[in-house]
């Protein structure tokens, strides 16, 4: 194994005869995670930033399946089910009477303990070697996942027709006992930052990348891996039908976590708050409201013991000179994410918000490309934020924050209003709340719409979304305050012009929902489906 700096030493002849350098190869880090490798000596970027050795191999394995390969294997298949058949006619009539539609699906029973116990294990053997082929025949031509060589004797293989014990359907992989391929994986983790992340971007991606591919990792980070297949298997049409076994695995593994950090003094992985609101927004989407609500309740609880809500406190940051920018931001956006759903839950369900904005000593998320590359980009505090009119520093996430702050504060003050009525004060006076809703309402409308592009021309479902919750926000404030007493006519004058602002807000809605034929419908959904559904009653109103 070389060095990239002794590759780069080899020279080729250009057109003229003379020497020239040759395009470095990459190293064996930037080929396993097909990144452009710079070549940079003694250490290329993405290894110098990941910490891992930096090694060129120039010598390559050919590619592709030996001479013969696909046809030696179809061969020792067909004998395997010629000897399977074979031993099948010398059982006994309640063994053979199997259907063989449900050998994957339910397995028979047993023909005696000593029978089952011999062939199990061989049986089980088999079938994981040949998961990797079943599971992606397709990418199994171009790379032999399967060493005949490690294939057992089928002349003296006593077989017993019966599947693994790990319950399956209609491949090995939907079965998550089995392990899922690689090339799948890679597919999976592509899917969800192409049509998750820009809806729920509390992931550095190239941390992921960096961890993902270990061999051992903690089960805080399988389950967030499994939570990020299932959203992607979702919003996929190729691997929806392995979702339901990916989201069962995640809940066993966030529930055997909950109960190993049960202790006053145990310490939380962020993957585990992270992967509780991956999967509050997978049942959200599945309209498991209930259990989505319960799961988000878990990310919140979560979020707070591990006190992401100060963050940027100043004794916080004056002990950690040498932070970890990335992990803070990262720390960040769970919180703000967990603050943000809660908000949407709330309103939409009208209860109590749990997150307090009152008591956040979060700077708010750094926009996205800053936070992927890295960069340490030092963002305003949620009040500085709401009061600021001209942002010098755009994100369609903090924006979205803001007006899921003004709903909650309308929410509040809705509720207090009942409360000081249920105490005998017929006619509190709510002008002041009312002027200062309505003008924080017109700051934000006027910011998305001068600030930042049209949301219907681009495809950033978090601007698509700003600009939904928006024109929500109006008609959710004008329903508070139809709700209300109003005695005198200047009131009742005002209650009118709210009427028709919210008739003018919804008749912005219906252009945002006629834009979203041409929209993609998987980045659409996460942002608009499972989130603003549940303004819908608003309309209503």
Request: charged share 20%.
């Amino acid at each position: 194994m070389q060095t990239p700096e002794a590759v780069s030493q080899c020279k080729l002849p250009d057109s003229n005869g003379t020497a020239r350098g040759r395009q470095r190869p990459a190293c064996e880090e930037c080929r396993r995670r097909k990144l452009r490798c710079d070549g940079q000596q003694p250490q290329c970027s993405v290894c110098k930033e990941t910490g891992v050795a930096c090694e060129v191999n120039p010598v390559r394995a050919p590619r592709g399946p030996k001479r013969g390969y696909l046809k030696n294997l179809r061969n020792r298949v067909s004998m395997l089910e010629s000897k399977l058949a074979a031993h099948a006619q010398d059982l006994p009539p309640e063994v053979t009477e199997i259907d063989s539609g449900d050998i994957l699906s339910s397995p028979p029973d047993p023909v005696s303990d000593a029978l089952q116990v011999r062939n199990q294990d061989t049986v089980q053997d088999f079938f994981s070697m040949m998961n990797s082929c079943i599971c992606e025949p397709e990418m199994g031509l171009a790379s032999p996942l399967l060493d005949l060589g490690s294939l057992p004797n089928l002349d003296t293989l006593n077989l017993v027709p019966e599947p693994p014990s790990t319950p399956s359907t209609t491949t090995c992989i939907n079965s998550i006992s089995a392990p899922v391929c690689e090339l799948t994986q890679a597919e999976l983790d592509q899917l969800f930052f192409d049509r998750v992340h820009p809806s729920v971007p509390i992931l550095h991606q190239r941390r992921y990348h960096s961890w993902s591919k270990l061999q051992v990792k903690s089960t805080a980070r399988v389950s967030l891996q499994y939570a990020m297949w299932t959203l992607a298997s979702l919003l996929s049409g190729q691997f929806q039908h392995l979702q339901d076994g990916f989201y069962q695995e995640t809940k066993q593994m966030l529930e055997s976590l909950s109960h190993g950090n049960s202790g006053p003094g145990s310490s939380v992985d962020v993957e585990v708050a992270q992967t509780w609101l991956l999967i509050a927004i997978y049942e959200s989407m599945r309209t498991y409201h209930q259990h989505a609500w319960m799961s988000a309740g878990r990310a919140f609880k979560l979020v707070q013991l591990m006190k992401l809500h100060e963050i940027d406190k100043p004794k916080a940051a004056t002990c950690n000179s040498d932070i970890d920018h990335v992990a803070t931001e990262e720390k960040r956006r769970v919180f703000w994410m967990a603050y943000f759903l809660d908000h949407l839950f709330s309103i939409g369900n009208g209860l109590s918000i749990r997150l307090n904005e009152h008591a956040i000593c979060t700077r708010l998320p750094a926009p996205d490309t800053d936070f992927q590359s890295g960069q340490n980009c030092i963002m305003d505090f949620l009040p500085d934020a709401i009061a600021d009119r001209n942002p010098t520093v755009r994100s369609p996430l903090n924006e979205c924050i803001i007006l899921a702050t003004i709903c909650g504060r309308t929410l509040f003050y809705n509720q207090l209003y009942n409360v000081r009525c249920l105490n005998g004060d017929n006619e509190p006076d709510s002008s002041d709340w009312n002027a200062w809703l309505d003008n924080s309402l017109s700051v934000r409308l006027q910011i998305l719409s001068t600030c930042y592009p049209s949301p219907t021309s681009g495809y950033d479902p978090m601007l698509l979304f700003a600009h939904v919750i928006a024109q929500a926000s109006v008609m959710y404030l004008c329903k508070e305050l139809n709700s209300m007493l109003w005695s005198n006519a200047k009131a009742r004058s005002l209650r009118t012009e709210y009427h028709q602002r919210a008739l003018n807000a919804a008749e912005h809605l219906v252009n945002l929902a006629r834009a979203l034929v041409e929209y993609h419908v998987f980045k659409a959904s996460v942002s608009l489906i499972s989130m603003y559904v549940k303004h819908a009653d608003v309309a209503n109103s």
